[in-house]
Nanobody, 125 residues
Framework: QVQLVESGGGAVQAGDSLRLSCAASGRTSRTYVTGWFRQTPGDERTFVAGISGSGAATRYASSVKGRFTISRDNSKNTVYLQMNNLKPEDTAVYSC??????????????????WGQGTQVTVSS
């Protein structure tokens, strides 16, 4: 089992930046493909960004490409999501997820096995 805990959410103004962290504990002897998803009330979870276990490969949703950067520090079992130039439409609960089933970066929430509890990001105009 792997436990994931997100942190770093908050309320900011449009144009501001935030950095989210996803700390893993438990069976971290192997590295997992990790993704960030976001969800607003009444909507499905949507893929934001993902990173391979080594960190060599990344993938982004078109809506955040060029503004968000995903990275990882495997020595700290932590994945980060740097969010720059935030927009009101980025407002959501952000959750990180990990999967041991794939080496490629999956973009469907059903492909992920472990989830954090989520952290709220609110961007006002």
């Amino acid at each position: 089992q792997v436990q994931l805990v997100e942190s770093g959410g908050g309320a900011v103004q449009a144009g501001d930046s935030l950095r989210l962290s996803c700390a893993a504990s438990g069976r971290t002897s192997r590295t997992y493909v990790t993704g960030w998803f976001r969800q607003t009330p009444g909507d499905e979870r949507t893929f934001v960004a993902g990173i391979s276990g080594s960190g060599a490969a990344t993938r982004y949703a078109s809506s955040v490409k060029g503004r968000f950067t995903i990275s990882r520090d495997n020595s700290k079992n932590t994945v980060y999501l740097q969010m720059n130039n935030l927009k009101p439409e980025d407002t959501a609960v952000y959750s990180c997820a990990a999967t041991a089933r794939y080496s490629a970066i999956a973009s469907f929430s059903a492909d992920y096995d472990y989830w954090g509890q989520g952290t709220q990001v609110t961007v006002s105009s």
